[in-house]
């Protein structure tokens, strides 16, 4: 089944000038990029894209971080795209990533891990709604 799903280049992969080496990757892993544009998020909508994070421990941090720079979000479609598209960005901790997924290559840190990926198609349908609506 064709889906779509949600990538974002998080700050630290965009100032590091590998926005171009991650959409390779995407692109040569078959996925097709619909829509693509370079934003820089606000507070309100850091909180609704991360809703499901809130009162965790991390959480202020990880609004820091998606705040202090340019993200890039794509759109993507493919067979399958949402379960291939984490299979590529690797495991949330970049040191536990399988060798040669997104997050082994470019992530800085737990946090600072260098894109997000939706996890189901229920998050597919609800962050690309608050990021292309
Ligand atoms: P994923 O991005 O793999 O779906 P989560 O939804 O669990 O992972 O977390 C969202 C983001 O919050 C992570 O990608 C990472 O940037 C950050 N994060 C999650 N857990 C932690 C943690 N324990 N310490 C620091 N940052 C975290
Ligand atoms: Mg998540």
Redesign the pocket.
Known sequence: MIQQTLLLI?PNATKKNNIGAILKMVERNNFVIEKLKMMKMDEPLAEKF?A??FG???YP??LE?MLSGKIVAVLLSRENAIPKLREL?G??DFEKANLGTIRSLYAD?????SV??S?SPESAKREISLIFS
């Not at 840190?109 to 891990?113: A, F, K, T």
Request: glycine share 0%; aromatic share 24%.
């Open positions: 998080k991360y499901e994070h965790r421990d991390f941090f990880l971080f960005v495991n949330t840190s737990y946090r600072e891990n997000h990926a996890d």
